[in-house]
């Protein structure tokens, strides 16, 4: 680090800034569930520190193991402290371990505490004139403070200086020794002055200067000013031996013998190679980008985090690859034969547009082998640019290979250019592997899926962002008016570690065989048919969506002024800031839940609660959910209309969801509420072309017959295979009574149980959802469970298969990781312990709808004519056009295929309808 020689000596209370950090969020994990946030949150204020003030000089200092001199003077000192939770103390070690690869001297000293040492060293400086910074949170190194010595918080910056220390406590620095001992401090257990608070210690130093000229002059505290100073005198005759502890207990020590002097405080070369693998290790993706952007060459590595040991790990030669870019008939001629000969290649395309309806082929790139790759530009239009090979022919020419099933191909989201070639009439096939999907089967919670995070993560590499080649925002370049040079690299360093990806995920995939089976049985398979989906697209009714938008607009004015109303004056309904007036000052109603920054919540979850019982924010609540309905809906999708086909081209997403499920978006069709009547009416404009129908097939029930399956409870079991009304035959059971003397209340209570325990919910979720006391809800769940013991007895095992291996399985074998399941934090350890509870359950439905839409599709693909397209999936349900006179044949085939996905022990049923619009039909 170069010199500044104007920069002040900085010592950091590491310790301070531990605890302070592990309580605050985010409360992160890393994907192997360890916790990492209080390493996030010191490591980010040294970097803040390093880039503010850039010192030359600077030191961490920490609490040493083991009691301390205070603890032999007073046995009770912390003593009411709680032992130090295992997540934290888990955090230590590699905390230190990145601060001394930062090149940050670090200072343990046994017997005594980081204030001490922090004192120490803080009068070294004093004492030959050296500016020091002190970044601490803890008020008692106030005492330190001089015309030398400054304390920063970073976490509320703020800078305490001798005029701020009085401005702050209403005494000076060399009064905060007394100060501290007069009030005492609960947390490390000083007892203090009995009745003595703030105010009381300031006007007793501001009328008296200190506790030695107090007992000088003890008859003229009763002569000051504050409440209690008549009866003062007698307290500090009494406890004046506790005052004296008390004073010894809260001087910091400025004689602690050290192993270092000031000019040892030097901050020395960042270690590179051991920060990288920390990072790695912690997964701090954005700091590891950092770092490798900075030095890339001397981090370079070939193994996986696993065998990324801090300190084993050394610096590596330089990549050299061989990157060529083609331009005549003649490269490309060297390029076919090296295609023709590999094994595996990696492919990529380059194109104008992240839009695959009309995104035009820029450029092509493929991988043979690591760090041997070629790009072919076709497009690149800016001007100056080389003469390149004809698109048209250069397709033609890859043709054979691109269309061939015969040469395996890898590539990160291969849908993507399965979509953008089937523009140009080439049908992308011999599809093997996928990265992105590897990565997502392997780990679906490890972090993002992209190339760039695997990159990172598995190869310890930095890639070239979009970004550095392309700029941000309004100017950003689109490729084909990026200078060849740079795109060249970019392009060919996709492929390239796109196969490098491949071959660090495909082995640790192979180690878990069932893995290797959700794979390439439903992600693979899956690639070809959400790309003929998505290219399909979807008609809707744009002038039936704007009459809807103009009717939500109506009731979302009525809704407004009825809330104004009930608040008594106008306001924002968007802003928390003034609901949280409304709501919890004004109408002062329960404050449920509060945001990290401690201020009542009014999030959606909160709102609805609240809605139960009180009509305001049942308006709020009604007034968010149009507004959301009007601009991600009735509003937008008009505008999403296709220029080419005149359709909604929606985008699904394998590797973003948890449990397996597909996601979708632009537009989001897992959205689209059902339960609302206004939800419905959006579905009336997803309509049929003229002469075709909508059909759409949804399982029955299927969640509650994986539970059956999953549980073995024989009951569960009986009345599926006897083909019973599930809700009806679990009110039966619950409510004692025979399946004809089932209510509809009865009925709707057995769904609410059915469905609040395989998402957890508990008796009092239960109850609130019910409208009936806890008590009522929780024997509605004790006598389920006595009624299906099999269920309970699934969720215990469950539960303890979570503990034990850290995650669950659907039926198939995909894997759903729960990182927190071993967190001390109650609410965190619940929640995963909930998700792993319906994780096989909502993950064995995902796995049955893709394996489902792969089997209806090969269908499809034999019938080879456009009479059926599958053209949407949502949830548990697939929709479809179909020519209006097979309909009713087509239904039933459809029927038939789906219930085929899986053999469980209950039976798996579908059930269709049909109508000329997706209301109509579902």
Known sequence: ????????????????????????????????????????????????????????????????????????????????????????????????????????????????????????????????????????????????????????????????????????????????????????????????????????????????????????????????????????????????????????????????????????????????????????????????????????????????????????????????????????????????????????????????????????????????????????????????????????WVLQQLAFWLESDDFAKVGQNLKYDQSVLARYNIQLKGIKFDTMLESYVLNSVAGRHDMDSLALKHLGKKTVSFEEIAGKGAKQLTFNQIELEQAAVYAAEDADITLQLHQALWPQLQQQPQLVEVLQQIEMPLVDVLSRMERHGVLIDAKLLQTQSKQIAERLATLEQQAYEQAGSTFNLASPKQLQEILFNQMQLPVLKKTPTGAPSTAEDVLAELALEYEFPKLITEHRGLSKLKSTYTDKLPKMQHPLSGRVHTSYHQAVTATGRLSSTDPNLQNIPIRTEEGRRIRQAFIAPKNKQIVAVDYSQIELRIMAHLSQDKALLEAFAQGRDIHSATAAEVFGVSLEQVTTDQRRSAKAVNFGLIYGMSAFGLAKQLGVSRAEAQHYVDRYFERFPGVLDYMDRTRKQAHEQGYVETIFGRRLYLPEITAKNMARKKAAERAAINAPMQGTAADIIKKAMIIVDNWLQQQNDDSVSMIMQVHDELVFEVDSDKVDQVKQQLVDLMATAANLDVPLVAEAGHGDNWDQAH
């Open 1 to 392: 680090m170069t010199s500044n020689a104007d920069s002040p000596l900085i010592l950091v209370d590491g310790s301070s800034y531990l605890f302070r950090a592990y309580h605050s969020p985010p409360h992160l994990t890393n994907s192997r569930g360890e916790a990492t946030g209080a390493i996030y949150g010191v490591v980010n204020m040294l970097k803040s520190l390093l880039r503010q003030y850039k010192p030359t000089q600077m030191a961490v200092v920490f609490d040493a193991k083991g009691p301390t001199f205070r603890n032999e003077m007073y046995s009770e000192y912390k003593a009411n402290r709680i032992a130090m939770p295992d997540d934290l103390r888990s955090q230590i070690e590699p905390l230190h371990k990145i601060i001394k690869a930062m090149g940050l001297p670090l200072i343990c000293i046994s017997g005594v505490e980081a204030d001490d040492v922090i004192g120490t060293l803080a009068k070294q400086a004093t004492a030959v004139g050296r500016d020091m910074l002190i970044s601490t949170g803890d008020k008692d190194m106030a005492q330190l403070v001089n015309q030398h010595v400054t304390l920063i918080n970073t976490m509320t910056n703020t800078i305490l200086q001798p005029d701020s220390v009085v401005e702050k406590f209403g005494v000076t620095p060399e009064q905060i020794i007394d100060y501290l001992a007069l009030m005492g401090d609960k947390s490390d257990n000083i007892p203090g002055l009995p009745g003595v608070g703030e105010k009381t210690a300031v006007a007793l130093l501001q009328g008296m200067g200190s506790i030695d000229a107090i007992y000088q002059q003890l008859d003229k505290v009763a002569t000051l000013s504050f409440r209690g100073a008549k009866t003062m005198k007698a307290k500090l005759v009494e406890f004046k031996d506790q005052l004296e502890l008390s004073l010894q207990l809260a001087t910091i020590k400025l004689d602690v013998e050290l192993p270092v002097t000031l000019n040892d405080l030097t901050i020395t070369e960042v270690d590179t190679a051991s920060l990288t693998a920390l990072y790695q290790e912690c997964e701090f993706n954005r700091w590891l980008k950092e770092i490798l952007s900075a030095a890339p060459d001397e981090v370079i590595t070939e193994n996986t985090p696993a065998e990324l040991v801090a300190n084993e790990i050394t610096a590596a030669e330089p990549r050299i690859t061989d990157y060529q870019t083609v331009l005549t008939q003649a490269d490309f001629a060297v390029m076919l034969d090296a295609l023709r000969q590999s094994e595996l290649t990696a492919f990529d395309t380059e194109t104008t547009s992240l839009d695959y309806m009309l995104a035009e082929l820029v450029g092509l790139s493929v991988a043979t082998s690591v760090d041997k790759a070629w790009y072919v530009p076709v497009a690149h239009d800016y001007i100056g640019a080389p003469e390149q090979l004809d698109r048209d």
